[in-house]
Each structure stands twice: as C-alpha cells, then as structure tokens.
C-alpha cells in the first residue's frame, strides 16, 4: 500500500505546485499567500509518503484529498485534478491494502511449507 499511496502523493506534489503557478496569475491574490499555502499542501504531500501505513495516515491521505478539491474555488481545473487524484487515492488505497493481505498470504504460505533445519 505506501508504494501506491506514495506515488499518488508525489504526483499531487507536482500537480499542487503547477497549480500554485496558475493561481499567481490571479491578480486578487498575493503571491506570498499562494506560494506558503502551496507550499503547506507540497509539504503534507511529502510527510505524508512517510506515514501513510501508520494509524491515521489514510485518513490524513483523504483530509487531504478533500482540500485538493477545495483549490478548484481557486483554480477552477483543481476541481478535476483533485477528483481524479481523489480516484487514484481510493484506488491506492484499496488495491495497496489487497496487495499487502496478498503478500502475508504468501509469506505465511512459504514460511509453512519449508522444512525445519535442524
């Protein structure tokens, strides 16, 4: 699973700073305000790679999710691009959780069917 996640994330990361250089051209808006508030979201984006297996990570996965979303009242395309990125979590999440029951599986199978050295 925090392979999966992780690619997500990364991949947010790029999109958040793309999206950061769209949102500088809106003249209501400061560029130091776009770029702390884009740099907050590329930072989550990171820490996030790192702790998504431990309790309350996925979820912090989907808080973010939901704020990537929440851009589009700023850029408009992030509506799309966080609905898709919010697709791909979901898939991360789910086929990452099967993947890893697969692999214990696995284990538990190779580990039963060895001889015991003695």
Sequence with gaps: MRTLCASTLIGEFFVVGFAALVAMKDPDLAAST?????????FFCLALC???????????????QIALIASGFVVPTMFFMGAVF??????????????DEAKARFAAQADSSTPDAV
């Design 50 to 64: 790192g702790v998504v297996t431990r309790p309350g990570g996925v979820a912090l996965g989907w808080a973010l």
């Design 34 to 42: 776009v770029w702390t508030v884009s740099g907050i979201a590329m």
């Design 86 to 99: 919010a697709a791909l979590w979901w898939a991360s999440v789910h086929y990452g959780r099967k993947i």
